[in-house]
């Protein structure tokens, strides 16, 4: 986690998961005008991170229609 939060760490299926599936490309591009969009895994879900709430809330509210999804608060530990 501490080389994803460095921006060090990269998900070796996104390229592939890219080609392979127009929609998680068009998805990324989408909030990639955000912040910096990641897929989770093999492209199951997409994320960006915020430092607080607000903007969140903000990009949540553009979401274009027919996608899904949910603003989560992070946590340090577990």
């Known amino acids: 986690m501490a080389d994803f939060l460095a921006g060090r760490a990269r998900n ?16 990324l ?3 990639s005008q955000f912040g910096e969009a ?3 895994g093999t492209g199951s879900a997409v994320f960006a991170k915020y430092e607080s709430e607000a903007p969140a809330r903000e990009v949540f509210a553009n979401c274009p ?6 603003i989560a608060k992070g946590i340090n530990s577990h």
């Open 12 to 27: 070796d299926c996104e390229k592939v998961t890219r080609n392979l599936y127009p929609e998680v490309d068009q998805v």
């Open 29 to 31: 591009n989408w909030l």
């Open 38 to 40: 990641r897929m989770t």
């Open 65 to 70: 229609s027919g996608l899904k999804g949910f």
